[in-house]
């Protein structure tokens, strides 16, 4: 543990940015114990559920206590090295859920332009290993590895000729996979997976999110600074390096200067 102690307080930009990931951590504690947060409620974050800031044995309990609550935590990313080593999988899938199984498949939807051919699968070991080198990432395990997740990939809605944009990685709760996953009983609880991607695949019926749950696609536009903001602090920025360092105009205008906005 010194030598993380050592590694976050190395500089002042380390030191904050554990300070956000705690924080971060602390509001799904803070969540869970809401009055009108009820079981069978989702939390949903951006990422996974491996944080490298904090030991396995201490952020684990999170995964148990909201296991224990009923609560379903689940991380959802698009962006992650998982896609790039499944991208011929993702491509063989797609065309026979949309040009086979599509016109096969009992819909219980009436309305065409609601069936959604969508599915779900573990990440195996071997894709694990092709596409993370630290191996207390990968393990699928309570014990010595890392935070409580467990990777899937799904396809939450179909989204024509994006490709693979569409599919996500999944990070559920290893409690609610894998309910006796502390006595070593590896068994996956199906059904349970099954009811946390329905529900997923429910929040993500609108196209313009493209295949994303719109929880978190709202929370990420309120939370993006806006353009008039982010001038703002620029302006800001320009008056003191021009008050205090004495700096010429035109090198502090080089300083903000976007090369993508001139040409």
Not at 61 to 82: C, Q
Not at 179 to 185: L, M
Request: glycine content about 4%.
């Amino acid at each position: 543990m010194a030598s993380l102690k050592v590694t976050t307080c190395e500089n002042t930009s380390k030191l904050y940015s554990f300070c956000q990931t705690l924080l971060e951590w602390s509001l799904i504690y803070e969540i869970a114990n809401l009055d009108r947060t009820k079981k069978g409620d989702f939390i949903l974050r951006d990422g996974n559920l491996r944080p490298l800031e904090f030991k396995q044995k201490y952020v684990k309990e999170l995964g148990k206590f909201l296991h224990n609550k009923e609560i379903i935590l689940t991380s959802i990313t698009k962006n992650s090295a998982i896609k790039l080593h499944l991208s011929s999988t993702f491509k063989t899938i797609d065309d026979y859920l949309q040009e086979d199984l599509k016109y096969k498949f009992s819909f219980a939807e009436t309305d065409e332009r609601k069936r959604k051919v969508c599915c779900w699968l573990e990440v195996s070991d071997y894709y694990l290993e092709k596409s993370f080198k630290n191996d207390m990432i990968r393990k699928k395990d309570i014990k010595g590895g890392r935070g409580f997740g467990l990777y899937f990939i799904a396809r939450l809605d179909y989204v024509e000729k994006l490709q693979n944009y569409d599919w996500v990685v999944a990070d559920l709760n290893i409690y609610d996979a894998v309910p006796d996953v502390e006595n070593s009983n590896k068994s996956r609880d199906i059904d349970k997976i099954s009811e946390i991607f329905k529900e997923l695949t429910r929040l993500s019926q609108e196209h313009y999110i493209l295949g994303y749950p719109y929880p978190l696609a709202e929370v990420h536009n309120f939370v993006t600074l806006k353009s008039s903001f982010k001038q703002e602090i620029i302006n800001r920025v320009k008056i003191s390096l021009y008050r205090d360092t004495k700096m010429e105009h035109v090198d502090i205008e080089n300083l903000f200067l976007d090369i993508h906005d001139r040409f």
